[in-house]
């Protein structure tokens, strides 16, 4: 069973920084259309990143120029790198992607467990 495993949440404070990564639990043959999301008690689960098939990025509106997404095509893992943190970022985070198992299997779509990010004021 393929899982998607996040890692690197934690406390920060505001203003502070902190790199979320996302890989498979298996090796895959491939990972694409990443993205992150963020959801907080409540409330809808919201859309913060994303790469499409080009690997172009897009962003929400409340991120943007602060939060990075990348992917590391060899190690099929995925980052979110995220600076001048504000409590208002503060939500679980997690990782969804694409995965293609093996050359002959077909796409499916997998998510993360999530990773708490708490940002202090």
């Known amino acids: 069973q393929v899982q998607l495993v996040e890692s690197g949440g934690g406390l920060v404070q505001a203003g502070g920084s902190l790199r979320l990564s996302c890989a498979a639990s298996?090796?895959?043959?491939?990972?694409?259309?990443p993205a992150w999301y963020r959801q907080t008690p409540g409330n809808q689960r919201e859309l913060v990143a994303a790469?499409?098939?080009?690997?172009?990025?897009n962003y929400a509106d409340s991120v943007k120029g602060r939060f990075t997404i990348s992917m590391d095509n060899a190690k099929n893992t995925v980052y979110l790198e995220m600076n001048n943190l504000k409590p208002e970022d503060t939500a679980v985070y997690s990782c969804?992607?694409?995965?293609?198992?093996?050359?002959?299997?077909?796409?499916?779509?997998?998510w993360g467990q999530g990773t708490q990010v708490t940002v202090s004021s």
């Open positions: 298996v090796t895959v043959f491939e990972i694409e259309r």
């Open positions: 969804k992607a694409e995965v293609k198992l093996t050359v002959g299997t077909m796409w499916n779509s997998y």
């Open positions: 790469l499409d098939l080009s690997n172009r990025p």
